[in-house]
């Protein structure tokens, strides 16, 4: 098995797998109010989400992230 990485921009049947990587990505932190896969998602309506890329590894998507 070849170990192929692609980058691309998300979808919208990533929006799903973006929060739950983000809400597990803050849980944790003191610092968050764990808000942050809502204040992406607001900002993806707002059409105000400059990048949202996601990481595919032989066709499988493994890692997620967004950025304002």
């Known amino acids: 098995m070849t170990d192929k990485t692609l980058i691309r921009s998300e979808t919208s049947a990533d929006v799903s797998a ?3 990587v983000t809400t597990a990505a803050f849980k944790t932190l ?3 109010n764990n808000t942050e896969q809502f204040i992406i998602a607001a900002l993806r309506a ?3 989400l400059t990048v ?3 990481a595919e ?3 499988r998507r493994s890692l997620a992230g967004a950025r304002a």
Request: charged share 20%; no cysteine.
């Open 18 to 20: 973006i929060a739950k």
């Open 30 to 32: 003191a610092i968050s």
């Open 46 to 48: 707002a059409k105000a």
């Open 52 to 54: 949202s890329l996601v």
């Open 57 to 59: 590894m032989d066709g």
